[in-house]
């Protein structure tokens, strides 16, 4: 049985910071590209970071650019997302997402608040 379970989120004031964790289960961890996204209230799902599987390399979307940092560990099947600087719009449920050929697996979400 696939799992993705998110951890990490809540409230936080806005310029600090949070760790969110994914724990995997289920699945070949190691061989799955991982990857943030969120979903704002009334808006859609987006792509905030990727680690790929092969060497690591890791992408991330131009408003967390230089404030979120996406992490892999393969020995315990944890993505981590580091996130500094948090601001307001950052508000968000934030999903962890694991992919590979023709398969896709999506966690439950955390919420995050940025608000003071």
């Known amino acids: 049985q696939v799992q993705l379970v998110e951890s990490g989120g809540g409230l936080v004031q806005p310029g600090g910071s949070l760790r969110l964790s994914c724990a995997a289960s289920?699945?070949?961890?190691?061989?799955?590209?991982m990857s943030w996204y969120r979903q704002a209230q009334g808006k859609e799902r987006e792509l905030v970071a990727t680690?790929?599987?092969?060497?690591?390399?890791?992408s991330y979307a131009e408003s967390v650019k230089g404030r979120f940092t996406i992490s892999r560990d393969n020995a315990k099947n944890t993505v981590y997302l580091q996130m500094y600087s948090l601001k307001p719009e950052d508000t968000a449920v934030y999903y962890c997402?694991?992919?590979?050929?023709?398969?896709?697996?999506w966690g439950q979400g955390t919420q995050v608040t940025v608000s003071s």
């Open positions: 997402n694991a992919y590979t050929w023709g398969r896709k697996y």
């Open positions: 680690i790929t599987h092969t060497d690591g390399s890791t």
């Open positions: 289920g699945f070949t961890f190691s061989r799955y590209v």
